[in-house]
């Protein structure tokens, strides 16, 4: 399985300002900024899996939808647990952030497609097997488990201290890598709490909970703080924790 991790800053490619991460070229988790990637990108991923509604992880979501739809390739499916995509639907395509596309849509012609995404529940989608589960943050968010023949990914963030994801992430045997999010520095673990985040310690607390040590890749460092939490991503000095670089492909 390969996650690319797409750049988001236009200054400084480094820094992460909003969240994509691209699986096998045809699926993503987040649309962050998937809408300003280049358009052949955003042609051949057709489908994007959400984990919440905020502006870093759906903001260029609507560019994404139509940048598709005029380049005449099949409209983008958006894929979501009941209370995210009912937030996309209130807070996104509202006619007030950007046109109801669904309400615009007729039975001749598909701007969008919206599906439901169950609970902790494999699904097919785009070739690989994807698993919604519930993480703490602020407003309803989800982690996915993602499998391609045999080789199974978590993608964790937005999220505070939880336990479920890790729980079934610890029973795969076939467990081969983790994107786990480590936004503020241990000087803000306060506001780290209370927004629904994790600082380098807290993400190691997560990963000790698989049972065992795999590829990790660290993202969501919030851009102001990213020298500090370099260094103390550095200095915990964890068994296959790494920081993420946006612009880079991942291999598992």
């Given at each position: 399985?390969?996650?690319?991790?797409?750049?988001?800053?236009?200054?400084?490619?480094?820094?992460?300002?909003?969240?994509?991460?691209?699986?096998?070229?045809?699926?993503?988790?987040?649309?962050?900024?998937?809408?300003?990637?280049?358009?052949?990108?955003?042609?051949?991923?057709?489908?994007?899996?959400?984990?919440?509604?905020?502006?870093?992880?759906?903001?260029?979501?609507?560019?994404?939808?139509?940048?598709?739809?005029?380049?005449?390739?099949p409209?983008?499916?958006?894929?979501?647990?009941?209370?995210?995509?009912?937030?996309?639907?209130?807070?996104?395509?509202?006619?007030?952030?950007?046109?109801?596309?669904e309400?615009?849509?007729?039975?001749?012609?598909?701007?969008?497609?919206?599906?439901?995404?169950?609970?902790?529940?494999?699904?097919?989608?785009?070739?690989?097997?994807?698993?919604?589960?519930?993480?703490?943050?602020?407003?309803p968010?989800?982690?996915?488990?993602?499998?391609?023949?045999?080789?199974?990914?978590?993608?964790?963030?937005?999220?505070?201290?939880?336990?479920?994801?890790?729980?079934?992430?610890?029973?795969?045997?076939?467990?081969?890598g983790?994107?786990?999010?480590?936004?503020?520095?241990?000087?803000?673990?306060?506001?780290?709490?209370?927004t629904?985040?994790?600082?380098?310690?807290?993400?190691?607390?997560?990963?000790?909970?698989?049972?065992?040590?795999?590829?990790?890749?660290?993202?969501?460092?919030?851009?102001?703080?990213?020298?500090?939490?370099v260094?103390?991503?550095?200095?915990?000095?964890?068994?296959?924790?790494?920081?993420?670089?946006?612009?880079?492909?991942?291999?598992?």
């Amino acid at each position: 399985m390969k996650i690319q991790f797409l750049e988001s800053c236009f200054g400084d490619p480094l820094l992460q300002m909003a969240t994509t991460y691209v699986v096998n070229d045809r699926l993503a988790v987040d649309a962050g900024c998937l809408g300003m990637a280049k358009i052949g990108l955003q042609e051949r991923v057709g489908d994007v899996v959400v984990t919440h509604v905020h502006a870093d992880h759906v903001g260029s979501m609507p560019l994404y939808v139509v940048n598709r739809l005029q380049s005449g390739v099949p409209p983008a499916r958006i894929h979501a647990p009941a209370d995210v995509l009912e937030m996309i639907r209130s807070e996104v395509f509202n006619d007030r952030f950007w046109p109801d596309l669904e309400r615009l849509s007729t039975e001749e012609m598909s701007l969008v497609e919206l599906h439901e995404l169950p609970v902790d529940h494999p699904v097919n989608i785009a070739g690989i097997e994807v698993v919604a589960i519930p993480v703490d943050h602020v407003v309803p968010t989800y982690g996915y488990l993602l499998n391609e023949s045999d080789r199974t990914v978590v993608v964790a963030t937005d999220t505070r201290d939880t336990d479920l994801i890790w729980e079934r992430a610890a029973v795969r045997d076939d467990l081969a890598g983790v994107l786990i999010e480590a936004s503020f520095p241990e000087s803000q673990s306060e506001l780290a709490e209370v927004t629904g985040h994790l600082t380098p310690n807290g993400a190691v607390r997560q990963l000790e909970k698989i049972g065992r040590n795999v590829q990790a890749i660290a993202v969501h460092l919030k851009p102001s703080n990213r020298d500090e939490l370099v260094a103390e991503i550095d200095a915990v000095g964890f068994p296959g924790l790494e920081v993420g670089r946006p612009g880079t492909t991942y291999s598992f």
